[in-house]
């Protein structure tokens, strides 16, 4: 099937998207973490153990070029083989078998089928040695394909009413699944909202040759580096208001670069999902969890007045509470702007109809907990 748009345009949109992108919005000192940190015995040999399988296989650029000489040795290889050419077949396939090594993506489905063949293995111990030792070849291969490597918060906009969404990804063999961290009123959070199936791609079958990359032309290659989008078949999830009618439709998972976005088919819907600073997870978590402690608030209450008895009820008007029992709430971003309106206008009779405010309660909680903030109207 055709691609639902074109990718190149897309690239290209997603591309200028990043210039100015979410993260950069919400993290204007690219501080959020301490660039230096002490460094255990075990972290370090980690580290070097890291390094070392990044330094077998090739990346980026080289990782590309590696790809256009096996293409062209691999063409040799059958013009050496049909002229009968034996000093010229086993110099190239030697050349082959030793540029194929590097190649992250060819030695993990290499080691994935090795796997499969140890089964057949009637010994046991031996069954279980040839196992291990293919699967952790298939982990450090694996470990150096971008695609395999996304788990994590990612956020990217849906809908324009909607603004912006969080979701998780994790992965279940080779199948990307992405689970929505905040959700909206089609499809809420904690459901899936798609899925892809990141299967290196096989010579000769029809199943996954039909999504070969698409080729940019060269002055965006030049430009943004990458001269090939990768795409994989995959399924997205769409539901009506207030997640009826709930099915799977037809997608694609792209890759760009170190980001990645998704292609609901029959909507021909495109969303671009990048990585999100600390401030702006603690922005879309926060009524998350504010709307979480409202419902519980409700219940909570509920429960007390089913369980109160009348007695219990009238003892509780007559006696005098020792400590006023503060609300379980965090607040949004728009509570917090609009107290703050508030105090600025000074006007005292306004909040008279806040008991919690009045208290103090609510308002030495947010002191304690949130702190001064500055007003982050444009940043949503």
């Not at 959020?32 to 980690?46: N, T, V």
């Not at 293995?121 to 395999?148: G, Q, T, V, W």
């Not at 199948?175 to 899925?195: E, M």
């Not at 760009?256 to 997870?281: E, K, N």
Request: glycine letters at 6%; one cysteine or more.
């Amino acid at each position: 099937m055709a691609p639902p748009r074109s990718f190149q345009n897309a690239f290209l949109a997603v591309r200028s998207i990043q210039k100015r992108s979410i993260t950069k919005m919400y993290d204007s000192n690219g501080e959020d973490i301490p660039s230096q940190l002490p460094e255990s015995a075990a972290r370090k040999a980690r580290r070097l153990r890291e390094e070392k399988i990044k330094s077998r296989f090739s990346s980026g650029e080289e990782l590309r070029n590696l790809r256009t000489d096996l293409e062209a040795l691999r063409k040799n290889l059958q013009w050496a083989e049909a002229m009968a050419d034996i000093g010229r077949i086993m110099d190239l396939r030697k050349a082959i078998s030793n540029g194929e090594d590097r190649d992250p993506d060819i030695v993990y489905e290499r080691s994935k089928k090795l796997i499969q063949e140890a089964e057949k293995i009637n010994s046991i111990p031996k069954k279980y040695e040839e196992k291990l030792k293919h699967m952790k070849e298939a982990k450090a291969a694996r470990d150096c394909i971008p695609r395999f490597n996304l788990e994590g918060l990612w956020v990217g906009k849906y809908d324009d009413r909607e603004g912006y969404e969080m979701i998780n990804v994790t992965y279940s063999g080779d199948t990307l699944i992405a689970t929505k961290v905040t959700g909206n009123n089609n499809v809420p959070r904690g459901r899936t909202s798609f899925t892809a199936d990141l299967s290196p791609i096989e010579e000769g079958n029809d199943e996954t040759s039909a999504l070969k990359p698409v080729k940019l032309p060269e002055s965006v290659s030049e430009k943004w580096g990458v001269d090939k989008v990768s795409r994989y078949r995959g399924e997205g999830h769409i539901a009506s208001k207030g997640y009826v009618k709930n099915k799977t439709v037809e997608g694609q998972f792209v890759m760009l670069g170190d980001h990645f976005s998704f292609v609901w088919i029959p909507m021909r819907h495109h969303v671009f999902f990048v990585r999100p600073s600390a401030q702006l997870t603690m922005k879309l978590l926060r009524d998350i969890v504010s709307k979480e402690d409202e419902v519980d608030n409700m219940k909570n209450h509920l429960n007390r007045c089913f369980e109160k008895s009348t007695d219990e009820g009238l003892m509780q008007l007559v006696e005098e509470r020792e400590e006023i029992e503060p609300f379980r709430r965090i607040p949004r971003e728009r509570d917090l702007k609009a107290f703050m309106q508030e105090q600025m206008r000074g006007n005292v009779e306004t909040l008279q109809w806040f008991p919690f405010w009045k208290n103090k309660i609510w308002q030495d909680y947010v002191k304690k907990n949130v702190g001064d903030r500055k007003d982050e109207s444009n940043a949503r």
